[in-house]
């Protein structure tokens, strides 16, 4: 199950996508989920579609893969659905039970769905073809100009670096432990929820000690390296805007214009 | 004349425990190590080997005494950035001290802090990954690499930052065979063809003989001090304070003490062979 | 006959583009009471093989007899085979939790469903058996204690589910030559005189050479080379050609025999190394 989620996965490429600097990425991704909220008309979607089917054929990503991430966010689709469906008033095309179903509960329905299937795809996207470090890279950069407000970008960034950097360690750490305790005959598959989460114990506790001394090491190896901060600190590798970021960020602002247009016009 | 790296005038270092007493890791210690020198520390755990490296590199100051790295004294506030940089220093555990998520860009972390300019940056980790021979591996996510290939890294993270004396606190003792030979292998290299001043702490013997000067600790103190032949030339102290020293080493010894004729600072297999 | 172990086979991720055999057709048998050392390059499937024998880890094909019972059989509950098979995992003082030394070796037996009584018998007879003081140590937390100490209680939190056969993975990794020596004695102690069979995962051809009395060496998931350590360490071009080495006593024989022609070489400790030129000296039978 946990397999299946691929959203907030990178799918290696060298797609024109993947090359995109990831400061437009992210800022697409947001016009993109703030042009969603704009649609009212079924229309509009079409050009959506379009834009998405345009990503992904660019992207290389197998569109089976795609689907695949959203499998697990099914059940949330299909509850905001039957909501929409249900609770709409309106002209009543047939009853099942005590519940009615109407036009326009079928129309807002589905104009939910897609809604909510494009944003799942369209921010998938993002995550699929920028990898986490370069995707922290332009978190931090465009973080940079609210520094003067008191945002830590650089620190923002830097956790979410060693965060990316520890999940592998920390994961073959904890099945480790559990091995060990099963070896002690410690059972973490059966019994109730009570007694679940009290097995978890032998694991949790090792688990946090040793991410502590971790935590401690890396500070002392980070301080050794002459790490101060964020301050006076420069980047190996610079990102620098490129033809195609700004041919990406025109696609998308045309993308915007449509939609404002079909809202207001 | 021999140029000083490291000097360590009278140095002692308590720490507070748990039960509120202040116990001296490291007491009274009076040491000279000479630039291009490879120094080993030997000692047992506890015996204050850690405690004296990081007191090199300024991540500990001194209670008591002073401790000079190229000259510049460790407790100077505003030149403690200068003094990493002049002797770097790399750990027991490689997965703590790899901080970025692809190799290169671990490697860059160092010079990145220093705000070294990027181009020179892209020169230097390049430089270092093709010291420590992993230049291939510059995309690879760190965890998917062998603890010594990984210690390997942590030494290229070092040397990006082109620091004079390299402070290593028992990088090998986490490793299996392959990857101690790896990185003993690396630092030796460093030492003869880079002339960097190597303080290498360990537990193995074939790692001390390769040194010019061995220092051995115990309880906070330098209790011997000298060349691999001269240390290893005195078995039966060595053995009374539960350290090892290399088979052949110990052969030569068991023969001298039956009457056979050698000489006593046997460290390796061709000595021995050579002088039966 | 205390492990039978037949056609042994363990996929990784089978059917999938990331399918690795670790084990490959496995034979082997171990008496009771043997002190078995195996070694391999890191890789070689060692802690796979090790996981298998207490039920840790389920085949995908062939079999496991501990005295007789079949323990890759659907039936047999992992309790029963932790009680006849222990296993140290390397760097086992990671997996220490309890607030004190003596709850935390009660672990085993408290799931082993052991009676207060019993369980504090067995944490008193294993904390003796890995040389620590129950009276001094037991109200103590395990965290306080050095390298070597944490790394015994956790010995003996597996000793105290009375395995027949016990396991251990680098059992002195990361510790001091004291500390390695200790440890080292008390696994000798606890092999002849609780008659233990013993399986030690090892890299120190040294430790191994002083140790064991059979010696077994895997590569890519096959037992490539199963004997004595004598028979094994005399062959140490193979064993170079496995990643592995032979005890630096063993190698300056070797080459000292290009030398004497008439000096044995299958030496494998100091001692016998001595008693060896000692005999070639005061015989003048050396060349």
């Known amino acids: 199950m946990i397999k299946d989620i691929t959203i907030g996965q990178y799918y290696p490429g060298n797609t024109v996508i993947h090359k995109l ?117 332009g978190i931090e950069k ?49 019994g109730n929820v009570l007694n679940r989460a009290k097995s978890l114990v032998p694991l949790l506790v090792p688990l946090f000690i040793s991410a502590f001394r971790r935590a401690d090491e890396l500070a002392m190896a980070m301080e050794a390296r002459c790490y101060r901060g964020g301050e006076n600190r420069t980047r190996m590798k610079q990102l620098i805007l490129n033809t195609r970021d700004f041919i990406a960020m025109s696609i998308m602002l045309i993308l915007f214009v449509i939609i404002l247009l079909y809202r207001y016009l | 004349m021999k140029e000083i790296m490291v000097k360590m005038d009278n140095v002692t270092y308590e720490y507070t425990n748990n039960e509120e007493e202040r116990i001296a890791a490291v007491k009274n210690i009076n040491l000279e190590i000479y630039k291009g ?29 002073k401790v000079y790295v190229n000259g510049i004294d460790t407790t100077d506030m505003n030149k403690i950035w200068d003094i990493r940089q002049t002797a770097g220093m790399v750990f027991q555990n490689p ?74 606190d028992e990088p090998t003792a986490m490793l299996d065979p392959s990857g101690r030979k790896e990185v003993m292998n690396t630092i030796k290299r ?40 001269e240390i290893f030339s005195q078995v039966e102290k060595l053995k009374k304070m539960g350290l090892d020293v290399p088979q052949v080493t110990e052969l030569a010894y068991k023969l001298r003490k039956e009457g056979i004729d050698i000489p006593n600072d046997i460290l390796t297999v061709e000595e021995l062979v050579s002088v039966l | ?153 956790a010995i003996a939190g597996i000793l105290a589910m009375k395995p027949e056969i016990l396991i251990l993975d680098e059992p002195t990794a990361g510790l001091d030559p004291k500390g390695r020596d200790e440890i080292l004695g008390q696994i000798k102690r606890l092999h002849e005189k609780y008659k233990i069979t013993i399986i030690l995962v ?22 490539v080379m199963n004997g004595t350590p004598r028979e094994i360490f005399s062959k140490s071009e193979e064993l170079e050609r496995l990643g592995l080495g032979i005890p630096q006593i063993t190698y300056f024989m070797k080459a000292l025999k290009k030398k004497w022609v008439n000096i044995r070489d299958d030496v494998i400790t100091v001692d016998e190394a001595k008693e060896e030129i000692l005999r070639a000296i005061r015989g003048n039978n050396y060349d």
């Open chain 3, 202 to 223: 090892s890299h120190s051809m040294e430790d191994i050479a002083k140790l064991v009395d059979r010696l077994i060496v895997m590569y890519r998931g096959k037992i």
């Open chain 1, 142 to 190: 465009l973080l940079n100009p609210f520094k003067k407000i008191g945002v830590p970008a650089h620190e923002l960034a830097m956790m979410m670096t060693i965060a990316l950097r520890f999940i592998p360690t920390l994961l073959e750490e904890a099945e480790k432990i559990m091995k060990a305790q099963m070896a002690r005959g410690a059972d973490f598959e059966s």
């Open chain 2, 190 to 229: 460093l030492n003869e063809k880079e002339r960097k001043t190597i303080i290498h702490i360990t537990h193995y013997m074939d790692e001390a003989v390769l040194a010019d000067r061995i220092i051995i600790m115990e309880a906070g103190q330098i209790i011997m001090e000298g060349a691999p032949k």
């Open chain 3, 1 to 153: 006959m205390s492990i039978v172990i037949k056609n042994l086979t363990h996929i990784y991720n089978p059917k999938s583009p990331f399918e690795t055999k670790a084990l490959d057709n496995i034979n082997l048998e171990i008496d009771k009471g043997e002190f078995i050392g195996l070694i391999g390059h890191t890789g070689s499937g060692k802690s796979t093989f090790i996981q298998h024998l207490n039920g840790l880890l389920k085949p995908t094909s062939g079999k496991i007899f501990i005295n007789g019972l079949d323990i890759t059989s659907k039936d047999v509950s992992l309790k029963e085979i932790r009680q006849k098979v222990g296993l140290v995992f390397q760097y086992a003082e990671y997996q220490l939790f309890e607030e004190t030394v003596a709850k935390d070796i009660a672990f085993g037996p408290k799931n082993l469903g052991l009676s207060e009584e019993e369980i504090e018998k067995r944490v008193k007879e294993s904390m003796e058996m890995v040389g620590l003081n129950y009276e001094v140590l037991k109200d103590r937390s395990p965290f306080e204690l050095s390298g070597g100490q944490k790394r015994r209680v």
């Open chain 1, 21 to 137: 600097d990831p400061r437009i990425k992210i800022i697409i991704t947001f016009l993109f989920i703030i042009a969603l909220f704009f649609i009212d008309k079924f229309l509009p979607y079409l050009f959506v579609l379009g834009f998405i089917i345009m990503v992904i054929s660019m992207s290389k990503i197998p569109v089976k893969y795609i689907l695949k991430g959203l499998k697990p966010l099914l059940p949330i689709i299909i509850i905001t659905f039957l909501l929409n469906l249900f609770m709409t008033r309106g002209q009543v095309v047939f009853e099942i039970g005590p519940l009615d179903v109407t036009i326009e509960g079928l129309n807002k329905a589905s104009f939910m769905a897609f809604r909510l299937i494009f944003l799942i795809v369209g921010t998938s996207l993002l995550t699929l073809t920028t990898s986490p470090i370069s995707l922290t890279d």
């Open chain 2, 37 to 65: 020198e490879f120094v080993v520390i030997l000692g047992h755990n506890g015996s204050g080997k850690s405690t004296l490296a990081k007191l090199m590199n300024a991540l500990l100051l001194p209670f008591k005494g």
């Open chain 2, 95 to 168: 997965d703590n001290q790899i901080v970025a998520t692809i190799v290169e860009e671990d490697v860059a972390f160092g010079p990145e802090n220093q705000g070294i300019e990027p181009k020179e940056i892209r020169k230097r980790v390049d430089e270092a990954l093709a010291a420590v021979e992993m230049l291939e591996y510059k995309e690879y996510a760190p965890h998917l690499l062998s603890g010594g290939q990984k210690q390997r890294i942590a030494i290229a993270g070092v040397l990006a930052m082109k620091p004079e004396c390299i402070i290593l």
